[in-house]
């Protein structure tokens, strides 16, 4: 099978097949989408060593996520990895911690590598990873957070607004006194904390450090562990509001352990409504992320980038859905 091949079948010349392999510009929509259902088709594979050759790139984009990374990020970059590969490229993993060192290592890594572009799912702290995102002049797209002070693209949703309808969705059920499961990293949590005491705030709740527990990391180990904490210490709790779902999930766990019921003795909220979510019993109420939408923007935005198809600096900011299920309920009298 030949360019030339796909190129009849398309019914176009094999120049306009060509631009669309090589993320070359001026090809209408749904010519594209035609073009590349048949690469797909016909399992069609581009020369790529040659592909390098004349247009001076690798077709590689590295992706950085976590050394630990949880079933929403395995998830995302899954359907990244997926959209990349249609749009002709390889994808290059590099993981790192949240800890200098770690990311001083990936950095290294990365500055040793020939790639297109790079896609950070994983949120770094240390300035000279950004120092050199911005000095390299590679495209750079950040899908799960942003940092306004740079410019760069980024994808995500409104994290505060998110939480705020999570925990919002307890306090109309008639919950007052609502436990905060979060992480210690990452600006994403920071946001998610702000949505919850904004939603006690409305109702005139007063936000209680007693009763939040912050977790080193958003595993169903580490949600598992902090509800044990919060049990221990903090009396009344009729609900319980966790960052990330796999949190919820260790939460649940521990209540089990316990005796307690969900949602007889307490509701469970969780954020991102991973895959997980909707076959666990009880069901878990959760703010869904749309995460199928935001990883093929992601691989769009970083293919339009490459090709020099954009300019300019945005974020966009996807909308988000509560997914209400099994684990809420009304407290008892």
Not at 10 to 23: E, H, I, K, Y
Not at 129 to 153: G, H, K, Q
Request: charged share 25%; with cysteine.
């Amino acid at each position: 099978m030949s360019i030339k091949d796909i190129a009849k079948l398309a019914g176009v010349s094999a120049s306009t097949v060509s631009r669309v392999v090589n993320q070359r510009q001026y090809v209408k929509p749904e010519i594209r989408e035609r073009i590349l259902a048949l690469v797909k088709q016909t399992g069609y594979v581009p020369n790529n060593a040659a592909r390098s050759m004349v247009l001076k790139r690798t077709f590689t984009v590295g992706i950085v996520i976590p050394d630990t990374f949880n079933m929403f990020q395995r998830e995302l970059f899954s359907i990244i990895e997926h959209h990349l590969e249609g749009f002709g490229y390889r994808t290059s993993f590099f993981f790192v911690k949240w800890e200098p060192e770690s990311e001083m290592k990936c950095l290294r890594k990365l500055k040793g590598e020939k790639l297109d572009g790079i896609i950070m799912i994983h949120e770094v702290s240390h300035p000279e990873f950004y120092e050199y995102l911005t000095a390299s002049s590679l495209p750079v797209v950040l899908c799960t957070f942003d940092r306004p002070e740079l410019e760069f693209l980024s994808i995500h949703v409104n994290e505060e607004e998110g939480a705020r309808a999570a925990t919002q969705h307890l306090i109309e059920l008639g919950h007052r006194r609502i436990g905060l499961l979060s992480g210690s990293y990452f600006s994403f949590a920071a946001q998610r904390t702000v949505g919850y005491k904004a939603a006690l705030e409305a109702a005139g709740l007063a936000f209680d450090e007693g009763i939040v527990e912050r977790a080193p990391s958003y595993s169903a180990e580490e949600g598992r562990d902090g509800m044990r904490s919060l049990l221990s210490r903090a009396k009344g709790l009729t609900a319980v509001f966790a960052e990330t779902d796999e949190l919820a999930i260790g939460a649940i766990r521990t209540l089990f352990e316990a005796g307690l019921s969900v949602p007889g003795d307490l509701s469970v909220v969780g954020f991102d409504d991973i895959d997980i979510c909707a076959f666990l019993s009880p069901g878990l109420t959760t703010v869904r992320q749309p995460i199928h939408e935001m990883g093929k923007k992601t691989a769009e935005l970083m293919s339009a980038l490459i090709a020099g198809e954009l300019a300019g600096v945005d974020s966009t900011t996807f909308g988000f859905e509560l997914i209400v299920r099994e684990s809420t309920a009304r407290p008892r009298a």
